[in-house]
């Protein structure tokens, strides 16, 4: 791009912004306010506007995942690509171990924000898996891996903690050590399936932020069984659109 960075202090929830100058230069203002993590994150969003050139839409503050305008979810997304590319971060989510700890050392390895990093660690995890962002006690949004997402598991944004959980009582004071075991069903909508789920929480005092690991060990959650005709549709309809085509095929053609 051949752009420039300037830090600078910028108003509370205020991250980043960018033009282009008349010698057709990016100059990209980061709010020197933030963590370096934070401002690291908010530059690779600025690249994005200009990548993927779309306008940016900051009328929202960017913590408000709800009214998030889709142009600035999709540079999020290339931002998280950026910092945390798949094809160095899925191998090091595949040998971690499960828990708040490996998303803490990935952090870092790769300095990116508890945030980004919890939320890609459970959307690569082989496990069935989320990674919660509360606030104030209440969930505000959770990123979950392919196989939790296909067995339906879904936390509903906006509810409270649940009552006596490992999350609610970090919250509460409690300082956590290592993952615990959860109740399912207290966490997920309409779960009815079998296997164990374990908890891990960080609890962020400043901010009142509550950020949960929750995860089922491999194996341990049998697929439930399905209707014949979701089945059907299953095996015979079309397949969910991932942005992979499905031809030519595996082999590289030439
Ligand atoms: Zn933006």
Redesign the pocket.
Known sequence: MGGTIKKEALNDGE?G?SFRASNGKYKICVNCNQNGKRQRFTVC??V??VVLD?A???SQP?WSFGKRPQ??IL??TFAAELLLPYKLFKPQVDMAEMGMAAVGTLADDFDASLLATGSRFAAFSKNLCAFVVSEGGKVRYSARSSSLREAKGWIRPGSLLPNGSYSARARSGEKPSGPEEAEADEWFDDWNRDGGLFEDVLHVEQWDQTLTLLWFEEDDAPPPRIERKQWEEQTYGLRELDGNLPWPGRRKRR
């Open positions: 991250d912004w969003h600025e994005a506007h779309i940016p839409d900051h960017s142009g600035e540079c999020d």
